[in-house]
């Protein structure tokens, strides 16, 4: 069984590197924080590579240890990949991971191109947190606090607080176990959804007044620049969420957001389930959920956003 084969090369490992996405969401920084505190409780130290923790994170346990991409070893015997679908999604990082002896990636997409020697995934899973509480289990490490705040961190972003469809028993079952634990789930849930910064407010008031309504109001779309960004102070991740504000609005199935970034303009979409977002981003080499995924886009700003409300329009 992979989990088997999982234990023993963390077993086998003379040095291990924990990877994750860019722009890493609360998902991407809990199951890796979570993982990095479950190696050192097996006698394992890691580095954990988190080019950039955005600021609503940086109150979990060890969030402070994670290292820039140059403070990378040159190789290590093990490479794991927590919530990423392909490896071009460990944006970046990608040579840290190849030059890895051996490779692992745990993962809940549907998307997932199984681009590692012992691929862990689980599509029915609500986050990639979520499953590390069964691997941790099996592999007989103990849900202290620490790891259970990191894990619930993951579940609560990627469940938009335990309100999509993907939750399943087992989300609350961890979740009152926690809580039995003594985790202030309700500091947490406030810390990582309900409090925004003052940054992300002005840049959702820049987007939400530049939003259109297409295809009779079934579509919006809207976008921020860098120059956006930068009259604002935005820090990292400050944009999270903000497509959400569309989706939520009465007869809207897809809501579309591009983020301009170096690489071009970052399309995150949102579905209210008629349209398979993750098929439609998948077409422009990206991919994710059914009802959030995303996608790099490498033209103008108008081609990019005909390009991408074609798709969505073909979709619908
Ligand atoms: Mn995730």
């Known amino acids: 069984m992979t989990l088997d084969n999982i234990l023993e090369e963390i077993k086998k490992a ?28 097996f006698g394992k130290t890691a580095d954990l590579i988190i080019e950039e923790m955005p600021r609503v994170y940086k109150f979990l346990p060890c969030a402070n240890e994670a ?9 290590y015997d093990l490479a794991i990949a927590l919530d ?5 999604r460990i944006e970046g990082q990608e040579e840290i991971f190849e030059n890895a002896k051996v490779t692992i990636s745990i993962d809940h997409h549907e998307s997932n191109k199984m681009f590692a020697d012992y691929n862990f995934v689980n599509p029915a899973a609500p986050a990639c947190a979520q499953i590390l509480i069964g691997i941790f289990e099996y592999i007989g490490i103990e849900i202290t606090t620490d790891i259970g705040a990191c894990i619930l961190t993951g579940i609560i972003t990627d469940t938009g607080g335990f309100k999509y469809s993907t939750i399943s028993p087992e989300t609350f079952e961890f979740t009152a176990h926690i809580l039995s634990k003594g985790v202030d789930v309700s500091d947490i849930y406030k810390k990582v959804l309900q409090i925004k910064t003052r940054s992300h407010f002005k840049l959702s008031q820049i987007a939400t007044a530049r939003l259109e309504f297409l295809e009779d109001e079934k579509i919006t779309f809207t976008y921020i620049t860098k120059e956006d960004e930068r009259k604002v102070e935005a820090e990292p991740g400050d944009h999270e969420g903000i497509v959400e504000i569309a989706r939520d609005i009465e007869g809207v199935e897809v809501a579309i957001l591009l983020r301009e970034t170096d690489e071009g303009f970052k399309a995150s979409l949102r579905s209210n389930g008629k349209v398979n977002v993750s098929d439609v981003c998948m077409i422009f080499g990206g991919g994710g959920h059914p009802r959030a995924a995303g996608c790099t886009l490498s033209y103008s700003l108008e081609e990019s956003k005909q390009k991408i409300i074609a798709q969505v329009k073909a979709n619908l």
């Open 14 to 41: 003379n040095s291990i590197v924990l990877l994750t996405h860019k722009s890493p969401d609360g998902d991407a920084i809990g199951s890796s924080l979570a993982f990095y505190i479950a190696l050192k409780q």
């Open 84 to 88: 990423c679908a392909t490896e071009q």
């Open 67 to 75: 290292r820039k991409i140059e403070e990378a070893k040159p190789q």
